[in-house]
Nanobody, 125 residues
Framework: QVQLVESGGGLVQAGGSLRLSCAAS????????MGWFRQAPGKERLFVAA????????SYANSVKGRFTISRDNAKNTAYLQMNSLKPEDTAVYYC??????????????????WGQGTQVTVSS
C-alpha cells in the first residue's frame, strides 16, 4: 500500500510559478509510474503529466506542454510538478497518482492504484 501526500499548492498571480511535491511512503516508489492530474470545480479529473518509473519517458497534456515539467527523485520517494507561466485556467485541485507499468494507459485516472489527497492551485488574473 502506497500513501501519497501532495504539497506546494497555493495562490499565485498569472504568469507566476509553483512547484508541487508528491511524497510517497509505504511502498517501493521506484516501481511505479507517476502521474499528475487536476480537477476544476464541476469538471472531470484530467491528465496533466506522467512519467515512467525511471523517468525515461514522459508525457504532458497539450494544455501544459512547455510550461510544466515533471520530475522524480527516487532516493527521496518524491515526485514533482514544476509549473511555470501559470494561467487562470490552470486553477484546480492537483493530484498525484501511482500505477504499475502494466501497459494500461496512463492518461486514464481509473488505471492508477494510489492517489494523494490533492492540493489546491489558484491562479488569479
Amino acid at each position: 500500500q502506497v500513501q501519497l501526500v501532495e504539497s506546494g499548492g497555493g495562490l499565485v498571480q498569472a504568469g507566476g510559478s509553483l512547484r508541487l511535491s508528491c511524497a510517497a511512503s509505504g511502498g517501493t516508489f521506484s516501481n511505479y509510474f507517476m502521474g499528475w492530474f487536476r480537477q476544476a470545480p464541476g469538471k472531470e479529473r484530467l491528465f496533466v503529466a506522467a512519467f515512467t518509473d525511471t523517468s525515461a519517458i514522459t508525457s504532458y497534456a497539450n494544455s501544459v506542454k512547455g510550461r510544466f515539467t515533471i520530475s522524480r527523485d527516487n532516493a527521496k520517494n518524491t515526485a514533482y510538478l514544476q509549473m511555470n507561466s501559470l494561467k487562470p485556467e490552470d486553477t484546480a485541485v492537483y493530484y498525484c497518482a501511482a500505477k504499475y507499468g502494466d501497459g494500461s494507459s496512463w492518461y486514464l485516472p481509473g488505471n492508477y492504484l494510489y492517489w494523494g489527497q490533492g492540493t489546491q492551485v489558484t491562479v488569479s488574473s
